[in-house]
T-cell receptor, first 110, second 113 residues
Framework: DAKTTQPPSMDCAEGRAANLPCNHS???????VYWYRQIHSQGPQYIIH???NNETNEMASLIITEDRKSSTLILPHATLRDTAVYYC???????????FGKGTRLSVIA | KAGVTQTPRYLIKTRGQQVTLSCSPI?????VSWYQQTPGQGLQFLFE???????NKGNFPGRFSGRQFSNSRSEMNVSTLELGDSALYLC????????????FGQGTRLTVV
């Protein structure tokens, strides 16, 4: 499994874009990058995943560098409800259990 | 559609007892996985079931076991409870495997006294 490294915490002003970085320098060619978040006292919530290309859905965008050693999750207009711990996970789709690290605690400030 | 349902939400047990937790996945999902979350260790993978077969297992002692029924509902059992088993136990379901858009339940908060 790819080991991932994330900053422990970040702040973001409400309405601004939140850019959450993740280093995954050991990721192999068939391993995806997945992002989940956990809002206090709730189960984790799937956000987005990608392999090589940038991805976008209704929640966020995922930018993966060309060498695939790092990625950035972008929440385009952060709201107070986006305050959560964000986890970046590397793994082989369908065969690897989710290995959660410590994640990044994002605080969105009014 | 209905989400992942875990019962009970809260549980208090005494050391040495055993406990069974239940998870009903999203309709049509065949993969159910279980995780333990504690403040010290974070979220840790316990095991995964797919079509009634355990497909993967994390690094937990044999006191932790599970099973999956033909309707994909899953149960997790912990025997001879220890104080350190106090945790939030989370269940996740997905269509085919863990990582592809897994949906988590609200969890069962187990307290061992």
């Amino acid at each position: 499994d790819a080991k991932t490294t994330q900053p422990p915490s970040m702040d973001c002003a409400e309405g601004r874009a939140a850019n959450l970085p993740c280093n995954h320098s050991t990721i192999s060619g068939n391993e995806y990058v997945y992002w989940y978040r956990q809002i206090h006292s709730q189960g984790p919530q799937y956000i987005i995943h990608g392999l090589k290309n940038n991805e976008t859905n209704e929640m966020a965008s995922l930018i993966i560098t060309e060498d695939r050693k790092s990625s950035t999750l972008i929440l385009p207009h952060a709201t107070l409800r986006d305050t959560a711990v964000y986890y970046c996970i590397g793994g082989d789709s369908g065969n690897t259990p989710l290995v959660f690290g410590k994640g990044t605690r994002l605080s969105v400030i009014a | 559609k209905a989400g992942v349902t875990q019962t009970p939400r809260y549980l208090i047990k005494t050391r040495g007892q055993q406990v069974t937790l239940s998870c009903s996945p999203i309709s049509g999902h065949r993969s159910v996985s279980w995780y333990q979350q504690t403040p010290g260790q974070g979220l840790q993978f316990l095991f995964e079931y797919f079509s009634e077969t355990q497909r993967n297992k994390g690094n937990f002692p044999g006191r932790f076991s599970g099973r999956q029924f033909s309707n994909s509902r899953s149960e997790m059992n912990v025997s001879t409870l220890e104080l350190g088993d106090s945790a939030l136990y989370l269940c996740a379901s997905s269509l085919t495997g863990f990582l592809t858009e897994a949906f988590f339940g609200q969890g069962t908060r187990l307290t061992v006294v």
